[in-house]
């Protein structure tokens, strides 16, 4: 797991003194750096204890991720850190439709999840935003701390739409140098 090496090498120690640390094989810890290794949550929690993490934190992480709704925003960050970049639009839309089936604060709560494209993460928090104020539930406070992109986004990506964009888009999306058109959200 890649989170695990830059964890360690942050620290600048090596595989074999953290594995001493941890209790575990040399071997064992390779493999939990390995990618796709299915590690066991006993081996990441004394991993995580020799790294001066709380040994109990893998656990609270993983009771926080089972209980968050598959409808909201941070899960649907998740699904598309997993899938490619362009797969955006079926998991931002598909908490789109939940939330404005049922407009739970709790939707909306989490932040996106971390090391989403900064594009993404800015258009996610522009969208939580808007259906926010237009279904009168309090806008979550993470929404603040999501800094503008650098240069502009024409989501739509066609040319010939960038000049409609820039006066369609809503203010959630402007202040963030984000443009779409006004049926951004609108489903047929």
Do not use: Y
């Amino acid at each position: 797991m890649e989170a695990l090496r830059i964890a360690r090498q942050h620290l600048h120690v090596s595989q074999r003194d953290l594995a001493r640390r941890a209790g575990l094989s040399f071997r064992g810890l390779q493999l939990l750096e390995s990618p796709g290794h299915d590690a066991r949550i006993s081996s990441l929690e004394k991993v995580s204890a020799a790294l001066g993490l709380p040994r109990s934190g893998i656990s609270t992480l993983l009771d926080a991720f089972f209980r968050e709704s598959p409808d909201s925003f941070h899960s649907a960050s998740l699904r598309m850190l997993t899938a490619s970049f362009d797969s955006w639009p079926v998991h931002l839309f598909d908490s789109v439709d939940a939330f404005r089936r049922r407009p739970d604060p709790a939707l909306v709560r989490t932040p996106p999840a971390a090391g989403l494209a900064p594009r993404l993460r800015v258009l996610v928090a522009s969208t939580v935003e808007l259906l926010c104020a237009a279904s009168e539930v309090p806008t979550p406070s993470w929404c603040r701390g999501v800094a503008p992109l650098s240069a502009p986004w024409f989501v739509s990506g066609v040319e010939n739409l960038k000049a409609a964009a820039l006066v369609e888009s809503p203010a959630a999306f402007r202040k963030r140098n984000i443009f779409v058109l006004a049926n951004f959200l609108d489903r047929v």
